[in-house]
C-alpha cells in the first residue's frame, strides 16, 4: 500500500510538470508571435517614416528651384 501511494505520489508530480511544461511552450509561441507582429509594425512605421521624410525633402527641393527661377525671372 505504501508503494502506491509513492507511486501515486510520483505520477502526480510528473503529471504536474508535464503540465506546466505545456503552458509554458504555449506561452512562449504566443510571445514569439506577438514579437513578430510588433517587429512587423515598427517596420511597417519606420518605412512610412522614411517616405514621409523623403516626401519632405522632394519638395523643399523644389520649391528652391522655384525660388531660383523667380528671382532669376525679377531680375531679368
Given at each position: 500500500m505504501n508503494i502506491n501511494l509513492e507511486l501515486?505520489?510520483?505520477c502526480y508530480?510528473?503529471?504536474g510538470f508535464a503540465l506546466s511544461t505545456f503552458v509554458f511552450f504555449v506561452y512562449c509561441q504566443k510571445?514569439?508571435?506577438e514579437i513578430?507582429?510588433?517587429k512587423r509594425?515598427?517596420?511597417k512605421k519606420s518605412i512610412g517614416m522614411d517616405d514621409s521624410t523623403l516626401r519632405?525633402?522632394?519638395l523643399e527641393n523644389?520649391?528652391?528651384t522655384l525660388e531660383t527661377a523667380l528671382k532669376k525671372q525679377m531680375e531679368g
Amino acid at each position: 500500500m505504501n508503494i502506491n501511494l509513492e507511486l501515486y505520489d510520483i505520477c502526480y508530480f510528473f503529471s504536474g510538470f508535464a503540465l506546466s511544461t505545456f503552458v509554458f511552450f504555449v506561452y512562449c509561441q504566443k510571445l514569439k508571435k506577438e514579437i513578430k507582429n510588433a517587429k512587423r509594425q515598427y517596420e511597417k512605421k519606420s518605412i512610412g517614416m522614411d517616405d514621409s521624410t523623403l516626401r519632405i525633402k522632394t519638395l523643399e527641393n523644389k520649391i528652391k528651384t522655384l525660388e531660383t527661377a523667380l528671382k532669376k525671372q525679377m531680375e531679368g
